[in-house]
């Protein structure tokens, strides 16, 4: 009933919109600046990306879609240097955080490479070489 009200009465949405909203356009033709500049802005985006189960349609994302989600994580690089490099009242500390907080989403969701250490072969196991550390135990 909220989403059928929700654009005729005006309420604000809330951050869970905000994430969907932010997979959809993942899912379309990529994250839109102004979509951006409210994740960047929003209080405690890292509780509501910890509270949310995302984790899963992020990374369906990022299998369909992996420039769009290339494409957010430079963003969240960017944001990140650039708030490192500002000082005094130019400093923007929600975006830094926020950005930092994205980016760690982004990585904790994105899929192995198929080169990933998930399991080894036992010959892969006899190259590898033994350090002191395990020829004493």
Excluded: H
């Amino acid at each position: 009933m909220r989403g059928l009200f929700g654009g005729v009465l005006g309420t604000k949405a809330g951050p869970e919109d905000l994430l969907k909203e932010l997979l959809d356009q993942l899912d379309g033709s990529g994250i839109s600046d102004s979509l951006w500049e409210k994740v960047l802005q929003q209080p405690d985006l890292e509780d509501i990306l910890e509270e949310e189960p995302r984790r899963e349609s992020l990374a369906a994302c990022a299998g369909k879609c992996p420039a769009n989600v290339y494409g957010l994580v430079g963003r969240c690089v960017q944001v990140i240097e650039d708030a490192l490099a500002k000082q005094g009242a130019d400093f923007d500390e929600a975006a830094l955080s926020n950005s930092m907080a994205m980016l760690s989403y982004l990585l904790a969701a994105s899929p192995a490479t198929p080169g990933s250490p998930t399991e080894s072969t036992e010959k892969e196991e006899q190259a590898k070489p033994v350090t002191l550390w395990q020829q004493l135990w």
